[in-house]
């Protein structure tokens, strides 16, 4: 009986080293496999460049006055509306993942950390197809002042989307995104996050 459960101890114990040794051999593999996953992505930064996570659209009225002039101005008590447009600016916020380095990777505890690049406004678009004029008088002249119209309603949404937190919104967003992708990747868990990104942002040409 006891030669019995010697035997079977024994067996298990066999079992159990067996178990150990594909544990540690799946960690091993997942290790090097995180690390050649790494090297690709540190390599191929350019063609990867930016993460878009968030992208922020809104129509918008614009207003635009102008003071009356000339005997006009005797008959009003304030500015007159010229124009009216409904504008729909399209601003894309991320991180630029050309900022990744072989220092924002590293492995604890079987896990992979990556340090992403704080998020930030990638791109802020608004076409002349964007902008459609709902009124406008004789003493507005349209040709001439749609670029100022434009460059003036692109950085009043960019001020509102930042209000609106898009730059958090955004870090969120891919912190979820490259954990999940890189997870399936490198059959490991990963954990990624941003760097905080700045209060207040430059405004985009």
């Known amino acids: 009986m006891k030669k019995l459960c010697r035997i079977i101890l024994a067996a298990a114990g066999l079992a159990a080293l067996a178990a150990l040794a594909v544990f540690l051999g799946r960690q091993t593999k997942n290790r090097e496999r995180s690390a050649e996953i790494v090297s690709i992505i540190v390599k191929n930064r350019e063609k990867i460049a930016e993460l878009v996570t968030y992208r922020y659209s809104r129509d918008t009225v614009v207003f635009e006055t102008q003071e009356p002039s000339g005997i006009l101005s005797y008959f009003s008590s304030g ?3 010229v124009a009216v447009f409904l504008v729909r600016p399209t601003i894309c916020a991320g991180v630029d993942l050309m900022a990744l380095s072989e220092e924002s990777f590293a492995v604890r505890n079987d896990t992979l950390y990556v340090q992403l690049p704080a998020p930030k406004i990638l791109s802020l678009y608004l076409n002349h197809s964007d902008i459609v004029p709902v009124y406008d008088s004789r003493r507005w002249d349209m040709d001439a002042k749609m670029s ?5 309603a692109k950085s009043d949404f960019q001020r509102d989307a930042l209000r609106q937190g898009i730059l958090a919104k955004a870090g969120d967003k891919a912190e979820r995104e490259m954990s999940e992708f890189l997870s399936l990747l490198c ?3 990963v954990v990624a996050s941003c760097a905080t990104a700045a209060v207040t942002m430059p405004l985009m040409d």
């Open 79 to 81: 500015p007159d509306t």
């Open 148 to 152: 100022v119209l434009a460059e003036k």
């Open 187 to 189: 059959g490991m868990p």
